[in-house]
T-cell receptor
Framework: DTAVSQTPKYLVTQMGNDKSIKCEQNLGHDTMYWYKQDSKKFLKIMFSYNNKELIINETVPNRFSPKSPDKAHLNLHINSLELGDSAVYFC????????????FGPGTRLTVL | QQQVKQSPQSLIVQKGGISIINCAYENTAFDYFPWYQQFPGKGPALLIAIRPDVSEKKEGRFTISFNKSAKQFSLHIMDSQPGDSATYFCAASDMSGAGSYQLTFGKGTKLSVIP
């Protein structure tokens, strides 16, 4: 009974391709996030959705487009992949405006060749 | 602009010793300070968290010390064990305002506990 799951776990692709990462949570949370962790382990938020509405959109290239079909799912689509997109992408979820913390998924390691 | 500064970047501690990781923040609106633990190949997981109305919180071998006036907080791991070897992240957020869903992370500390 995984709380926050992501697919795929590993993604290897060529520059210029388009790829998607899927995330699902079964915690009943209403807010979901995408983080990028670079090779130096720095965690940076990219997007956040609350009840399917975008509430955080950090300075991220518009090649990255999140989509939330419902509050249990948040997918990340990346167009025209570049070498610098190689990183580990984490999905997380929480309750909005709550002292409860964010729960992270296992991550998707994206390698762009 | 890094709003949460974490040190050291890496730490090596003997088994049974005390591991100490420090963080400093700039935004006085921050009022929730969690620590996350990340093992290789896994996502970060909440370890312990504190609100600024207390100066210390202890859970087992893990203690957060909080100094509001200095805008600093630290994680102490007592009787460190090889199984504690992981990367530790401090974080902060403003739980009261419109940005209360956003965690700002420190850059992480890689802890290695050697037998």
């Amino acid at each position: 009974d995984t709380a926050v799951s992501q697919t795929p776990k590993y993604l290897v692709t060529q520059m210029g391709n388009d790829k998607s990462i899927k995330c699902e949570q079964n915690l009943g949370h209403d807010t979901m996030y995408w983080y990028k962790q670079d090779s130096k382990k720095f965690l940076k938020i990219m997007f956040s959705y609350n009840n399917k509405e975008l509430i955080i959109n950090e300075t991220v290239p518009n090649r990255f487009s999140p989509k939330s079909p419902d509050k249990a799912h948040l997918n990340l689509h990346i167009n025209s992949l570049e070498l610098g997109d190689s990183a580990v992408y984490f999905c997380a979820s929480s309750l909005f405006l709550s002292t409860d913390t964010q729960y992270f998924g296992p991550g998707t390691r994206l390698t762009v060749l | 602009q890094q709003q949460v500064k974490q040190s050291p970047q890496s730490l090596i501690v003997q088994k049974g010793g005390i591991s100490i990781i420090n963080c400093a923040y700039e935004n006085t609106a921050f009022d929730y300070f969690p620590w996350y633990q990340q093992f290789p190949g896994k996502g970060p997981a909440l370890l312990i968290a504190i609100r600024p109305d207390v100066s210390e919180k202890k859970e087992g071998r893990f203690t957060i010390s909080f100094n509001k006036s200095a805008k600093q907080f630290s994680l102490h791991i007592m009787d460190s064990q090889p199984g504690d070897s992981a990367t530790y992240f401090c974080a902060a957020s403003d739980m009261s305002g419109a940005g209360s869903y956003q965690l700002t992370f420190g850059k992480g500390t890689k802890l290695s506990v050697i037998p």
